[in-house]
């Protein structure tokens, strides 16, 4: 299976960058996709961003487009979130989430890093 361990998350003021990251471990082969999910409090989980592992390709809810960007570092099995010009309503739990083959659902969640955003 595999393992993933989030970081980085912290209290920030409006406007302000955050990097987050998702370190993979285990059966690292056994991955089509890396995600990036957040969930506020009292509001379901959302879809923010998601990067295909082996050939980079992104996509991203449209409200992060243009202030977030993910990455992944396939040599250090990490997974990276850069967040700018942050917002209060981007303030959440963060999870990172593995889909292990094509069209499968994202699984193998990590335990969440709280982003909070001041205002």
């Known amino acids: 299976q595999v393992q993933l361990v989030e970081s980085g998350g912290g209290l920030v003021q409006a406007g302000g960058p955050l990097r987050l990251s998702c370190a993979v471990s285990?059966?690292?082969?056994?991955?089509?996709?890396m995600g990036w999910f957040r969930q506020a409090p009292g509001k379901e989980r959302e879809f923010v961003a998601a990067?295909?592992?082996?050939?980079?390709?992104?996509n991203y809810v449209d409200s992060v487009k243009g202030r977030f960007t993910i990455s992944r570092d396939n040599a250090k099995n990490t997974v990276y979130l850069q967040m700018n010009s942050l917002k209060p309503e981007d303030t959440a739990v963060y999870y990172c989430?593995?889909?292990?083959?094509?069209?499968?659902?994202?699984?193998?969640w990590g335990q969440g890093t709280q982003v909070t955003v001041s205002s």
């Open positions: 990067i295909n592992w082996s050939g980079g390709i992104t």
């Open positions: 989430a593995r889909r292990a083959v094509r069209g499968a659902e994202f699984g193998s």
């Open positions: 285990g059966r690292t082969f056994l991955i089509y996709a």
